[in-house]
């Protein structure tokens, strides 16, 4: 059966608008991944101890982030169970770009539970980091045993490289979340238990 001309326009047209449409998800994947904001997270997201004073390493990560120029959260703990060995320090993420300013803060308070005006850190230039990395490292000593206890990162604030007008305005960049915990767990482990019925 021979096929005229318009019928072959028709079937091209036709095949052509299926693989466009067979082609929309992948697109819209693409775009939806490109478009979704940067994630701060604490790595890992639960640790477990298994003696008294073991120090505990956390990191505060962030994953797809593009032009980040500043960045700041407060930290707290349960002092009961969690004692913060010195300050946090300073990850790679923002210096592997420039000279940055780092705040801890001096008002540090291990005794309480928390970071007295959180912690921040700014790069001294007008570019920004893209891509994901460790921002800063925390060190904690478990000093009682608990099933679980949180060590918690709130009001987490992004931000790009300033605008150049109005002077010192900010440019906020839109974390997943403003907030992220991780879980700690000291079990001391009991001394063995008796077997009465086996002979020695």
């Known amino acids: 059966m021979e096929v005229s001309k318009d019928e072959k326009t028709i ?13 929309i998800p992948t697109y ?3 775009f939806t991944q490109a478009q979704s904001n940067p994630t701060v997270s604490l ?3 639960s640790a477990s101890a298994t ?3 073991e120090v505990i390493t956390v990191n505060i990560t962030i994953s797809n982030v593009q032009n980040l120029w500043s960045w700041f959260s407060d930290i ?6 969690l004692t913060m060995v010195g300050l946090p320090q300073e990850g790679d993420f923002l210096t592997n770009v420039a000279s940055t300013v780092f705040q801890p803060s001096g008002q540090a308070s291990v005794k309480d539970g928390f970071i007295k005006g959180g ?7 007008s570019k920004g980091a893209s891509g994901s990395g460790i921002l800063a490292t925390l060190q904690f000593k478990a000093i009682k045993s608990c099933t679980q206890t949180p060590i918690s990162l709130a009001n987490i604030t992004l931000n790009a490289p300033p605008p150049s007008s109005p ?3 900010l440019n906020p960049i839109t974390p997943s979340s403003t907030s992220a915990t991780s879980t700690v767990s000291l079990i001391i482990p009991g001394p063995p238990t008796a077997d009465a019925g086996k002979i020695k």
């Open 51 to 53: 003696q008294l004073n």
């Open 43 to 45: 790595d890992p997201a």
């Open 119 to 125: 912690i921040s850190d700014t790069i001294l230039q």
């Open 11 to 23: 079937l091209s047209i036709v095949l052509m608008s299926i693989t466009m449409f067979a082609m």
């Open 167 to 169: 002077p010192g305005a």
């Open 76 to 81: 707290t703990w349960d002092p009961t169970y």
């Open 28 to 30: 819209f994947n693409a």
